[in-house]
């Protein structure tokens, strides 16, 4: 059996390619390493943030009080884990960009 017999036919990707060679590729390891370095670090923030808010409120009182008239700081907190979010989403979508051409660079190198 051929290392690429296991490919489904409808994934376009041609039985003459060698995944293993690309996996091992540099272009493939600096895919992997640039995703990872932005990756890694963002999740980090994004789980302390998110959790930080009903770690806060369950066990101190430092949110309570208030910020805008009735409006307490959880409550801004809590807004700003929205704002957290569509930035997360807003920088990841321009990142990926520089990652598609690492793709398309990984991919050609791999058609010869």
Same mark, same amino acid.
């Given at each position: %059996?051929?290392?690429?017999?296991?490919?489904?036919?409808? +994934?376009?990707?041609?039985?003459?390619?060698?995944?293993?060679?690309?996996?091992?590729?540099?272009?493939?390891?600096?895919?992997?390493?640039?995703?990872?370095?932005?990756?890694?670090?963002?999740?980090?923030?994004?789980?302390?943030?998110?959790? +930080?808010l009903p770690i806060l409120t369950s066990y101190s009182k430092v949110l309570n009080s208030?910020?805008?008239?009735?409006?307490?700081?959880?409550?801004?907190?809590?807004?700003?884990?929205?704002? %957290? +979010?569509?930035?997360?989403?807003?920088?990841?979508?321009?990142?990926?960009? +520089?990652?598609?051409?690492?793709?398309?660079?990984?991919?050609?190198?791999?058609k010869g």
């Amino acid at each position: %059996m051929a290392p690429n017999d296991s490919i489904p036919k409808e +994934t376009g990707v041609s039985a003459s390619i060698d995944c293993t060679k690309i996996v091992q590729s540099q272009s493939f390891q600096e895919l992997l390493r640039k995703k990872r370095n932005f990756i890694v670090p963002l999740s980090i923030f994004f789980i302390v943030f998110y959790f +930080t808010l009903p770690i806060l409120t369950s066990y101190s009182k430092v949110l309570n009080s208030n910020a805008l008239g009735p409006i307490s700081w959880a409550w801004v907190f809590a807004f700003a884990q929205f704002i %957290m +979010t569509w930035t997360l989403c807003i920088l990841y979508s321009k990142k990926a960009a +520089t990652f598609d051409q690492l793709v398309e660079k990984i991919v050609r190198e791999a058609k010869g």
